[in-house]
T-cell receptor, first 112, second 111 residues
Framework: DQQVKQNSPSLSVQEGRISILNCDYT??????FLWYKKYPAEGPTFLIS?????DKNEDGRFTVFLNKSAKHLSLHIVPSQPGDSAVYFC???????????FGDGTTLTVKP | SQTIHQWPATLVQPVGSPLSLECTVE??????LYWYRQAAGRGLQLLFY??????ISSEVPQNLSASRPQDRQFILSSKKLLLSDSGFYLC??????????FGPGTRLTVL
């Protein structure tokens, strides 16, 4: 049973428009959520996170929204840039060992 | 500043051969350490994590093992590789729940 799901394997948007990446989770014990960005043949890099006590966190062009009742979070990128093209992983954590459960990723392509 | 080293970058091994991947972290003490595997087109599967020297927790039954002989050294091993062990292996560290820092990864191909 996959506890973190990213149902869209890919997303294509035009430069300057908004990119919205979605993530659903099933485990109610998750209380911290993270987004990572990954380029091919590299390790993921941290992008933004949100605690379950909040419903929104913003950092520059990136905003993460959390809907606990729906067990859903989304990452908004505005405006999208070609350099944002990468695989985006949603991750969720629920224990103090810092373990995270990752989704399968969404490949974002931003077209010039 | 903290850095994480992982080697080798790529590895091609025959079925049945042993494996040893090494990961070291610099610039931090007593980190949590993790080994992940990413299969083609899939997400990151947590294989092992460690909260201290000699403390290893396995997340999934498999053909692999991990060891932490020093505070900032994490080793992934196998006695006999299987074809299904092919993948992209990532080491990561953290000191809190807030984020993990990943190494550059090792591309393992078992033939």
């Amino acid at each position: 049973d996959q506890q973190v799901k990213q149902n869209s394997p890919s997303l294509s948007v035009q430069e300057g428009r908004i990119s919205i990446l979605n993530c659903d989770y099933t485990n109610s014990m998750f209380d911290y959520f993270l987004w990572y960005k990954k380029y091919p043949a590299e390790g993921p890099t941290f992008l933004i996170s949100i605690s379950s006590i909040k419903d929104k966190n913003e950092d520059g062009r990136f905003t993460v929204f959390l809907n606990k009742s729906a067990k859903h979070l989304s990452l908004h990128i505005v405006p999208s840039q070609p350099g944002d093209s990468a695989v985006y992983f949603c991750a969720a954590s629920g224990d103090n060992a810092g373990k995270s459960t990752f989704g399968d990723g969404t490949t974002l392509t931003v077209k010039p | 500043s903290q850095t994480i080293h992982q080697w080798p970058a790529t590895l091609v091994q025959p079925v049945g051969s042993p494996l040893s991947l090494e990961c070291t972290v610099e610039g931090t003490s007593n980190p949590n350490l993790y080994w992940y595997r990413q299969a083609a087109g899939r997400g990151l599967q947590l294989l092992f994590y460690s909260v201290g020297i000699g403390q290893i927790s396995s997340e999934v039954p498999q053909n692999l093992s991990a060891s932490r002989p020093q505070d900032r050294q994490f080793i992934l091993s196998s006695k006999k590789l299987l074809l299904s062990d092919s993948g992209f292996y990532l080491c990561a560290w953290s000191v809190s729940r807030k984020r993990q820092y990943f190494g550059p990864g090792t591309r393992l191909t078992v033939l």
